[in-house]
């Protein structure tokens, strides 16, 4: 076989490599793209969420700060007095400027959020639980928005977006001697050139935070973040097995009664031990306590809803090491469970790490910034891919890339597909349905049309 032969077939096998992952490079993002600029937005929005809240909210969030606090049982009081019912939950003021809030059930059936003036005991309004602006845009980020079903697209998008970070770094990566594309864009936007290099150029610099973000999205997704959550919190008990709890657990989980980290949804709340002479601790002993624990400011307390209920102060704040949940003996005012970030499993650890650069709370505003100016990046990706698209497409076509000309140039990517598929279920599911789609459809198509140009 002569040089010029042999250089010719491998040519021949890296055109039919690059058209194999191009097509599926495609797909994905066809499957995607507007999944991706909804999670953008509302993620870019829900960087800033304190801000945001406290600025939209500020008729209920912020007070002028004076000279004395009023005991929380006060604020509780008040806070029944506007909305009776009762009260489940207090959140003590996170800076000397904030409100605090008082969970009511009220007798109508409805769960409030009241806010109440610390220093006057004035109650400044209520609204929904969890019905601030950016617990919309929360739950529209994570689509919880619309029920269970559609939940489970976080992992597909998921599983999609590391699928095209991996492909798009191969269509990307230089095969030749290039005068622009690589890190530059070339032309005018008038010119597909342009969209192209606009997009992958983009896509180099920001194709690593994507994939972070995705992965560490995936606790939050249907199926793969409720199994890993099982496993990672030991057959689904809650506390790390290095953590001692020797006492009588009941079967809420912390989940249930308060928004908890990703590490502790499925830690079992403790119960209280009634004890005949004690007539037992009230709001203002519990949260003494939990001052005295040395709790970060802005904790919230579930208050104990029945004779073994107990108190339950947590608090999440953007400084991981001050992550804690204390569990207090309604009796005897006694910690029965005391967990630190420090005690979590070392999986644990690092994926509560990965999710508070995800929500852009450990490195400041550094942090929402980078973050920030990510989320547009991906917008413009998006954008870019669909002008792309348009300028290439045929009339009447969808566009899909050609085929390549030796089948088994799919064999590798069918490989990274399959292990993709087995780590991330749910997207497994969609890339099997993908694959019938092309084969049954879109496939016979392209033949029957290269057939009629040829004939």
């Known amino acids: 076989m002569s040089n010029m032969t042999l250089e010719s077939g491998q040519k021949s096998r890296a055109s039919d490599l690059y058209r194999a992952v191009w097509r599926w490079h495609f797909y994905a993002g066809l499957l995607v793209l507007p999944f991706l600029i909804t999670l953008s937005i509302t993620g870019a929005l829900y960087l800033f969420k304190d801000e945001i809240d406290a600025l939209v909210h500020a008729d209920v969030k912020r007070v002028a700060v004076q000279e004395t606090l009023q005991p929380p049982s006060t604020l509780a009081s008040a806070a029944l007095a506007a909305h009776p019912g009762t009260a ?264 509560e790490f990965g999710i508070n650069v995800h929500m852009g709370q450990q490195f400041g505003l550094a942090n929402q910034l980078l973050f920030l100016a990510v989320c547009v990046a991906i917008v413009l990706m998006c954008a870019s891919a669909g002008v792309m698209w348009w300028k290439r497409r045929p009339t009447g076509g969808l566009g899909v890339p050609p085929l390549p000309r030796d089948q088994r140039a799919f064999r590798g990517m069918l490989a990274i597909l399959v292990v993709g598929g087995v780590l991330f279920p749910l997207t497994g599911a969609a890339i099997f349905v993908m694959l019938i789609v092309d084969w049954c459809l879109v496939r016979p198509l392209q033949q029957r049309r290269l057939a009629a140009r040829g004939a």
């Open 88 to 351: 489940v939950k207090y959140t003590d003021p996170a800076t000397p400027r904030s409100s605090a809030e008082i969970t009511v059930n009220t007798r109508e059936g409805e769960r409030l959020a009241v806010y109440v003036n610390p220093y006057t005991a004035e109650v400044l309004g209520a609204m929904d639980d969890r019905g601030t602006i950016m617990w919309t845009v929360r739950y529209l980020h994570s689509f919880k928005l619309f029920g269970a079903t559609p939940r489970k697209l976080i992992e597909i998008v998921g599983g999609f977006s590391i699928l095209l970070v991996l492909t798009g770094i191969y269509l990307w990566w230089p095969r030749q001697k290039a005068k622009g594309g690589v890190v530059s864009v070339r032309g005018a936007p008038k010119k597909r050139v342009f969209w192209r290099d606009l997009h992958a150029v983009t896509g180099l610099f920001v194709g690593g935070f994507i994939a972070f973000l995705a992965i560490t999205g995936m606790p939050w997704s249907g199926v793969w973040g409720g199994q890993v959550n099982q496993w990672a919190n030991g057959n689904n008990f809650g506390y790390p097995a290095g953590v001692r709890v020797e006492v009588p657990m009941s079967d809420v989980r912390l989940s249930e009664a308060t928004p908890t980290s990703w590490s502790m949804e499925q830690a079992r709340i403790p119960e209280s031990t009634a004890l005949a002479s004690a007539p037992g601790i009230g709001l203002d002993e519990a949260v003494a306590r939990f001052e005295q624990l040395g709790l970060h400011r802005g904790f919230a307390v579930s208050l104990p809803g029945s004779p073994t209920g107990v108190y339950s102060g947590s608090v999440y704040p953007d400084d991981l090491s001050q992550q804690r949940v204390v569990h207090l003996d309604r009796y005897s005012g006694e910690p029965l469970v005391d967990m630190r970030y420090a005690d979590y499993g070392p999986l644990g650890r690092w994926l």
